[in-house]
């Protein structure tokens, strides 16, 4: 089965950088849109980004864009979120999320998710 293991996540001050990545397995990669959610508590999950299988497409939640930059290699069934000049208020737990085939921003479209990564910015 599709299995999603994010990682790099972790305490950072505010302004700092982190990048996450998420290794798929399970499934053929390149055949699949990734996705970048996030969930802080008491809110619900919501979208950061996402990448098109091939990676010639990516787009962004309005929140991060110019901060935040997705990436990904099929080579190595791995997409990255490279996060910069990060604010306290992208605290959250950050998801990878894979959809056989289009892109999409609705979370209602991705099938298989990870178990999420921490990400706590500090003032």
């Known amino acids: 089965q599709v299995q999603l293991v994010e990682s790099g996540g972790g305490l950072v001050q505010a302004g700092g950088s982190l990048r996450l990545s998420c290794a798929a397995s399970?499934?053929?990669?390149?055949?699949?849109?990734m996705g970048w959610f996030r969930q802080a508590p008491g809110l619900e999950r919501e979208f950061v980004a996402g990448?098109?299988?091939?990676?010639?497409?990516?787009y962004y939640a309005d929140a991060v864009k110019g901060r935040f930059t997705i990436s990904r290699d099929n080579a190595k069934n791995t997409v990255y979120l490279k996060m910069n000049n990060l604010k306290p208020e992208d605290t959250a737990v950050y998801y990878c999320?894979?959809?056989?085939?289009?892109?999409?921003?609705?979370?209602?479209?991705?099938?298989?998710w990870g178990q999420g990564t921490q990400v706590t910015v500090s003032s």
């Open positions: 999320a894979a959809r056989a085939g289009s892109s999409s921003r609705s979370i209602a479209d991705f099938g298989s």
């Open positions: 399970g499934l053929t990669f390149s055949s699949y849109a």
């Open positions: 990448i098109s299988r091939s990676g010639a497409i990516t």
